[in-house]
C-alpha cells in the first residue's frame, strides 16, 4: 500500500487558474499541497483582488456548446473534476451561449475550497528561485525579477513574449437604453448582451477617432509581438477601415428590435458581475491612455454619458519555448518531477490555462502515487493543447483550444456542426474512461 513520505509533497508557485487547479488536482488524490501566491503581500500590474483564480482580463469563459472547441474544453474538464469549471458554474451571470462569471464570487469560490482543503497549506510570498523537490510553476505570462530570469536560466533561452490587453467596464446604470437594446447573437439564449448600434456616419467617425488617439507607452512595445486572440481595438482598426465591422462590431446575428434591420456595425457590452450592475465591452481590448478612452468610447451611442468602473489596460505576457523542453504532461524532460502550468506554457486563454494546470497536477500525482500516466492524446481537446506546445513548431505562437489541433478522423462529414459533434463524441468517451481510472 501506498504511504506519504516527504518525496511526495509537491510545491504549487501561482495560485491563478492553473496553479489553483493544479493544486486541487493533486491535493483531492492525497497529495500534500504547499499552495504559494505572492498575493496578498505584492500583486502584478494587472492584478486588483486578494484571492485566488483572479480574471484579469474578460470575465467570460466562452462558448457552452459542445461542438464548440472551447465548449468542449469545459466539458472535458468539468468530467475530470475541475475546480475552475465547479467554479464557473457556481458564480455564472448571463451572457447567451457562452459561460460568463462574477469575477469577484467565482475568486472567492475558488479561494475557500483551497484554503479549506486539508491537504493544502497556504502561503502569501514571492519565489525567486525554483523550489527543490516536486514542484508545479503556474505564475503567469507576468512572471518577472529573479525568478523569471531563473526559470530563463533553466530553459537554456530567454522566453519569448507578447502584448496581451484588458477591455474598459462600464456602470450599466450610465448606458443609455434609448440608444442601445437588449439581445444575443442569433437570439441564443437569453438577450444578455446589451448592444449599441451605429449607422456608417457614426461608424467611420468611431474609427477616424480611434486611429488618432493617442495610446499610452508600453514599455518594450511591439507592434509584431501582439496576441491574435487579444488585438488591442485600435490595432485593429489600423489593419483597415473595416476591420472592426468585420471582427468584433460585426453586426450580424444582431438585428435591431425596433427596426428590425441590422445596423451597419454594433458595439457588444457583456454582463461582468452577478447584479448586473457593470458590463465590459466585448472585444475593446486597447492601450489607449485613460482620457482618450473616454473621448472616443463616448462617441458610440448608448455610451454617451458611460461612467468607466476600469478602463483598459495592455501588459507584456511572458511565455516559455515549450517544445523540447516539456513533454505531454507538462514536465520538463529529463526532471519529471518539475512541471509548469499555465499561460506560461505557451497555452492561451482561461481555460486552456486551468486546463494545463489540471493535467500537470492530475499526472505529477499519478506519477507520485505510482500510477500510469493519462494518455488523453490528441484526440481529446485537453491532450491536444499538450500535444500542441510539446511538439516542433516551425514558429512556437500562443494557443488557444481550436479543432485544428485536435487529432482529425478519418471519416468525412456533411457539415461542420456533423464533424466537430463526432470530435466530441470521441473526446468524451476518452475522458469518461479516464475519469473512471481516475476515482
Excluded at 2 to 11: A, L
Amino acid at each position: 500500500m501506498w504511504k506519504m513520505t516527504e518525496n511526495n509533497m509537491v510545491t504549487v508557485v501561482g495560485a491563478g487558474l492553473a496553479g489553483s487547479e493544479a493544486a486541487w488536482q493533486l491535493a483531492k488524490r492525497g497529495i500534500k499541497v504547499t499552495l504559494i501566491d505572492m498575493k496578498p503581500n505584492e500583486k502584478s500590474p494587472a492584478h486588483s483582488q486578494n484571492g485566488f483564480g483572479e480574471l484579469v482580463c474578460s470575465n467570460s469563459l466562452k462558448a457552452m456548446r459542445i461542438d464548440s472547441a472551447s465548449g468542449l474544453l469545459k466539458e472535458e474538464m468539468r468530467r475530470l473534476g475541475s475546480l475552475i469549471i465547479e467554479a464557473a458554474d457556481n458564480s455564472s451571470v448571463p451572457a447567451g451561449g457562452a459561460l460568463a462569471v462574477d469575477r469577484d464570487k467565482f475568486s472567492e469560490y475558488i479561494t475557500k475550497k483551497l484554503t479549506e482543503h486539508e491537504n493544502i497549506t497556504i502561503k502569501a510570498q514571492r519565489i525567486d528561485d525554483i523550489p527543490e523537490g516536486n514542484v508545479i510553476i503556474a505564475t503567469g505570462p507576468l512572471t518577472d525579477g529573479k525568478l523569471y530570469e531563473s526559470i530563463a536560466g533553466l530553459v537554456g533561452k530567454d522566453a519569448l513574449g507578447f502584448y496581451d490587453a484588458a477591455a474598459p467596464i462600464v456602470r450599466r446604470d450610465s448606458i443609455n437604453m434609448e440608444k442601445a437594446f437588449l439581445k444575443s447573437r442569433y437570439d441564443r439564449g437569453e438577450a444578455d448582451y446589451i448592444n449599441c448600434p451605429m449607422d456608417k456616419e457614426q461608424y467611420d467617425a468611431f474609427v477616424n477617432a480611434l486611429l488618432e488617439a493617442e495610446t499610452a507607452p508600453v514599455h518594450g512595445f511591439e507592434e509584431n509581438l501582439l496576441f491574435e486572440g487579444c488585438m488591442p481595438v485600435e490595432s485593429m482598426a489600423r489593419r483597415g477601415f473595416m476591420t472592426l465591422a468585420f471582427g468584433p462590431l460585426k453586426p450580424i446575428g444582431l438585428e435591431d428590435p425596433r427596426t428590425g434591420k441590422m445596423p451597419y456595425a454594433v458595439v457588444q457590452l457583456r454582463q461582468d458581475d452577478s447584479a448586473a450592475s457593470v458590463y465590459n465591452m466585448v472585444g475593446f481590448q486597447t492601450r489607449l491612455k485613460f482620457g482618450e478612452q473616454k473621448r472616443v468610447f463616448s462617441m458610440i451611442p448608448g455610451l454617451e454619458n458611460a461612467v468607466f468602473e476600469r478602463y483598459g489596460v495592455m501588459h507584456r505576457n511572458t511565455y516559455i519555448q515549450s517544445p523540447g523542453f516539456l513533454d505531454e504532461h507538462y514536465a520538463v524532460i529529463g526532471r519529471e518531477n518539475l512541471c509548469f502550468a499555465g499561460q506560461i506554457t505557451g497555452v492561451e486563454g482561461y481555460v486552456e490555462s486551468a486546463g494545463s494546470g489540471l493535467v500537470a497536477g492530475m499526472d505529477l500525482a499519478n506519477r507520485l502515487l505510482g500510477k500510469k500516466q493519462s494518455e488523453l492524446t490528441a484526440k481529446t481537446m485537453l491532450g491536444a493543447l499538450a500535444k500542441y506546445i510539446s511538439s516542433p513548431h516551425h514558429k512556437f505562437d500562443p494557443m488557444n483550444a481550436n479543432f485544428s489541433i485536435i487529432e482529425q478522423p478519418a471519416q468525412r462529414f456533411r457539415n461542420k456542426k456533423d464533424k466537430y459533434n463526432a470530435y466530441a463524441e470521441r473526446s468524451l468517451a476518452i475522458i469518461d474512461e479516464l475519469a473512471g481510472e481516475q476515482v
